[in-house]
């Protein structure tokens, strides 16, 4: 029988090693992704939401270290594949989109040729005619003429490189999309196209995504469940509406009344006090204790665990928010 | 000055960049960068100016400091120190009087900041260069402006350098180095948007408090017209190098009326996974604004335009009520 999560990340913690210390990046973060839906990871720059990503795949930097943790794709083990197999995983089970992916296209090579690489590269004994047919009909999908397959890089608008790059990453049939802010270099008509058609294919072809974003209402738009990090922790995990409008984390609900948006009556935006936390030392207990409104002793000593409040709502607060008080 | 005074008013406002092709750089064009804009800015209010990249917002401010010389057009301040001037014709001294009154915020306070001064040295520049007060006197007003941008206490900032703050805290410095000469008028290019979350709210609000404060307004530039609805009581909207609809916040916000500006505004994401939004449809890309034909410079995308568009010259920036000004034949 074949289990309901595609993707399961059990206690992963991950350190850079630098000059300075250890600067924890990831510390203990735990989800599950079910299959054919969308988990949107939000946090600020340096919450660990994009190093997450790159220990899923495997990609890290030298100076990483992955100290403990599991992650499961289908079942297997990722972390405990050697590089060889994890090659295999790469494209077919998991790719991904990065941030400004759209720069990585080679200038000298035709856009078409390069998905065609990729594709022979993952599927032995695909014919060049097959793999551009293949090409031809994934174009289509993410909005680009197939016509334009024999075209250069540089003959792209940003948008359409950034849609050449989906087309790749849906090239080898992943289980799993992971997108880390596919969109933030776009200007916003061609962010809302790109954006309603990864959420066709993602329907249409039963996909599992992960989008990695600091907007919130990117991720409001995108995403059936939401988890909210800070400072290396996941702080919150439930289903997009319960994370908007029943946050039981003290930084969920800061940061839902932090974030302009034109929709509506103009409601009072309140700031959060303070900076998020410098990793090489980061505060004792809960690390949002330092901003915390609600801190009470035991936040400043022990760190809160991560648990279900309600059904498949997840929150590490020791004091938390009533439910209907967000 | 009374409330409804204007501050700044642009007429006929115009930069053109000559575009080369070939070895011989022979010219093949021009690129209409701002495309012949007008308008005013009431003293004490701050005006957004939003579009999409490339649509000639940064240009805009940047002539507006007088960073760049404009080709043509007048940039008229009305300054109760300087009197009424024509910014687009002055030049050498008269440029750096005008210096002390007209201010300029960059997006990245990472770049925009000397890496080798001190905080202290960096918002007492100016002071400095305009030759206000003498050093006891710039002192103490350089720390009077750390404490209001809020960098408290100000002795514990004064010699550290750019590196050793924050972000936010940066871009609260380059806010104290702009005000710090007393400007009537601030142009912010995107001044939040390298900013966290959390941290972007304290300086939009900041930036508020103080234009009410000192009397400021801002020419606000930004992509994203949530930042522009908390912080403007106007908004224009740039396509193209021209203005195509400008309005009182409220107003612009709740009843779009160019064919463009209601679908860049359709497709701004809302922070609420229960709405199914729905985003007007436009035709293709923005196309480049090389020598671009005299008809509607939206004509070959939108979906409501006819012969009459294709047919007469770019629509004026007509009112259509209540000071709600739109440049569109089918409004």
């Known amino acids: ?326 | 000055m009374g409330e409804n005074s204007t501050l700044v008013n642009v007429v006929g406002l115009e930069k053109r960049f000559p575009v080369s092709a070939g070895v011989f750089g022979r010219l093949r064009g021009h690129i209409h960068a701002v495309d012949e804009i007008s308008f005013e800015i009431p003293s004490g209010r701050s005006l957004g100016l939003v579009g999409e990249s490339g649509c000639g917002k940064t240009t805009t401010g940047k002539l507006l400091a007088r960073l760049l010389d404009p080709t043509d057009g007048h940039i008229y301040l009305n300054d109760e120190e300087l009197g009424k001037i024509d910014l687009a014709e002055i030049r050498g001294q008269e440029l750096k009087t005008f210096r002390r009154r007209v201010q300029i915020i960059f997006q990245d306070p990472y770049e925009s900041l000397n890496p080798r001064r001190t905080i202290y040295d960096t918002v007492e520049e100016p002071l400095r260069v305009q030759g206000i007060g003498g050093m006891a006197e710039r002192e103490a007003r350089v720390v009077k402006l750390l404490e209001l941008v809020g960098l408290t206490p100000a002795s514990s900032f004064l010699f550290r350098f750019p590196h050793e703050l924050s972000g936010g805290q940066r871009q609260r410095v380059a806010i104290a180095r702009a005000l710090v000469v007393n400007p009537v008028f601030v142009i912010a290019d995107e001044p939040t948007s390298m900013l966290d979350v959390s941290i972007r709210i304290g300086v939009m609000q900041l930036m508020t408090e103080l234009a009410e404060r000192l009397n400021v307004s801002y020419l606000y530039i930004t992509h994203d017209l949530a930042v522009a609805r908390y912080m403007c009581q106007e908004i224009a909207v740039m396509y193209l190098g021209k203005i195509v609809e400008q309005g009182e916040t409220e107003e612009m916000i709740r009843h779009p009326q160019h064919p463009y500006t209601r679908a860049l505004f359709s497709a701004v994401p809302v922070p609420n996974p229960r709405r199914n939004r729905i985003a007007i449809e436009i035709k293709g890309g923005v196309p480049t604004p090389i020598d671009p034909p005299q008809r509607c410079r939206f004509y070959d995308r939108c979906l409501s335009g006819d012969d009459f568009c294709l047919n007469n010259d770019h629509p004026p920036l007509d009112d259509k009520g209540a000071g709600h000004r739109v440049a569109c034949y089918k409004v």
């Not at chain 1, 695909?126 to 250069?152: I, K």
């Not at chain 1, 849906?170 to 992971?178: K, Q, T, W, Y």
Request: negative net charge; hydrophobic residues 40%; contains cysteine.
């Open chain 1, 1 to 326: 029988m074949k289990d309901k999560n595609i993707l399961s990340v059990q206690n992963l913690t991950m350190h850079y090693r630098t000059r300075k210390g250890d600067v924890s990046a990831v510390d203990d973060v735990s989800f599950d992704l079910a299959r054919g839906q969308s988990l949107g990871l939000v946090g600020e720059s340096g919450c660990g939401k994009t190093s997450i990503a790159f220990s899923l795949l495997r990609l890290l930097p030298e100076n990483a270290q992955l100290l403990s943790g599991n992650v499961y794709l289908d079942g297997c083990d990722v972390l405990a594949l050697d590089e060889k197999e994890v090659r295999k995983i790469r494209w077919r089970g998991i790719s991904m989109v990065f941030q400004a992916a759209m720069n990585a296209l080679d200038p000298v090579y035709r856009v078409g040729d390069q998905i065609i690489e990729a594709l022979q590269t993952h599927f032995r004994g695909l014919s060049e005619a097959e793999a551009r047919e293949r090409v031809r009909e994934l174009f289509p999908l993410v909005g680009l003429d197939p016509g334009l397959m024999d075209r250069y890089p540089h003959e792209f608008s940003g948008g359409m490189r950034q849609r050449a790059i989906i087309a790749m990453a849906l090239s080898c049939e992943p289980r799993v999309i992971i997108a880390d802010e596919p969109t933030t270099a776009l200007d916003v008509i061609v962010q809302d196209r790109i954006l309603g058609e990864l959420r066709a294919i993602q329907q249409k072809m039963d996909m599992s995504m992960i989008y990695i974003t600091h907007d919130i209402a990117v991720i409001a738009e995108v995403s059936d469940r939401i988890g909210v990090m800070y400072a290396g922790r996941m702080a919150e995990l439930a289903s997009a509406v319960d994370v908007f409008e029943k946050p039981l984390h003290p930084y969920t609900h800061a940061l839902m009344n932090a974030f302009p948006s034109i929709e509506g009556e103009k409601q009072e935006l309140k700031a959060l006090p303070g900076e998020p936390p410098d990793l090489l030392s980061p505060p004792s207990g809960c690390r949002f204790h330092p901003r915390c409104s609600r801190t009470i002793e035991k936040c400043m000593g022990l760190q809160p665990p991560f648990e279900e409040m309600g059904a498949g709502h997840f929150v590490a607060c020791w004091n938390p928010l009533e439910v209907g008080n967000g």
